[in-house]
């Protein structure tokens, strides 16, 4: 069973958040009934899948032992070339089930059985990884780990939380009075996301995305470009509201994922706004460690801005891939990395633009052609470009 995709799920998970709602409101703990919840609903979603239980129960102690013999290797006090390289080599190995998965197909030739939500727990699980080899995590409690990575509201589709927020959340209860005011806003971004994903995103697929003709024309291309990015958006969107909402109720305070994403005045704003969980993910594991490591390289020192053009390049493509092998997905990738780099050459090589950023005019001219940008990106993220059809 696919999470919030139909009524029996939202009937199962009403009344499994009912305790959860009364322990908040007298003060207690959730995180025991919370791993509770999370066994039952985990059985519910994989039921009827024998072999994504197995792969996923491999894949968590796997997880589980890098975390381990990352941390033995902190306690040996390890530096240099040698503690990056052991770390780089637990990255990589954490990475190879994800790897199979993605590209099974592809290097074997045969489809790799994996399980739901596989991107977003290896995402999880190397974050914990890097920040053990920052010093920012020195131990980790098997509990803490399994309720933090099996954590069934964000599971499938995120949005991606950090362990040591979460875990911060398990911790620190809040008292009567604030957790009737979580309860609140999450109860109002369960209904405000299910208004999204099953209002206006069926009507956009339904009533529009469904109504265009198949042959590829201006007009029918254009069409279909705005119909399907704001079909992403409120399906996607919702779906964040949803888990949010549900994580809420839970005692955990998911970060939030959208922040109007279409009213963004480039494309580096864009994405501070659009799918934030991944984004920063992103940001803070792949490209700053590019840039860092680039700029202590000496010789490297004097081309500061090509460094980071290169890091918004890999980092930019790297997304495009997670998302899969197809040339598309590669080529949004590099469309958002070339966007961004535009975007920051034209903001410091153009005098004029100093002068005329606030100016609301700009800003909204700016806004119309982010948007068009954005939009034309979703357009080669669909495929739609690349199916054939008779005009």
Known sequence: MVPYSSLLFFYILILALILAAILGVFGKSIKIYGMIINIFILFIIFYNSLQQVIYLVFFVIWGFLLIESCLFLRRRSLVGFRRTFLQSIMILLSLLPLAFVKFGNVLLHQTVIGFLGISYLTFKIIQMLVEIYDNLIDKV????????????????????????????????????????????????????????????????????????????????????????????????????????????????????????????????????RWH?????????????????????????????????????????????????????????GLYHGSLIVLTDLFQRKVPWYSKVKNNIAWKCFSIFVTFNLVCFGFLIFSGYLFIKTKS
């Open 276 to 332: 934030m969980t991944l984004s920063f993910w992103f940001r803070d594991f792949i490209y700053t460690r590019i840039v860092m490591n680039a700029l202590k390289n000496k010789r490297l020192k004097k081309f500061k801005y090509v460094s980071s053009y290169a890091g918004y390049f890999i980092t930019m493509g790297l997304m495009g891939l997670w998302h899969g092998t197809s040339v598309y997905f590669i080529l949004y």
């Open 141 to 272: 409690n098997l509990f803490d780990y399994l309720y933090f990575l099996l954590f069934f509201p964000t599971i499938s589709s995120g949005p991606i939380d950090r362990s040591r927020r979460f875990k911060s959340d398990t911790i620190n209860i809040p008292s009567r009075k604030e957790y009737i005011e979580i309860l609140g806003e999450g109860i109002w971004k369960i209904f405000k996301g299910a208004g999204y994903k099953f209002i206006l995103a069926y009507l956009i697929s339904s009533y529009w995305m469904d109504k265009i003709p198949p042959a590829h024309n201006l007009m029918n291309t254009l069409s279909y470009m705005y119909a399907y990015s704001l079909y992403l958006f409120f399906d996607f969107a919702g779906y964040s509201l949803i888990a949010i909402g549900v994580s809420y109720i839970l005692g955990i305070k998911t970060p939030e994922n959208f922040n109007k994403p279409f009213i963004s005045q480039d494309i580096k704003e864009f994405w501070t």
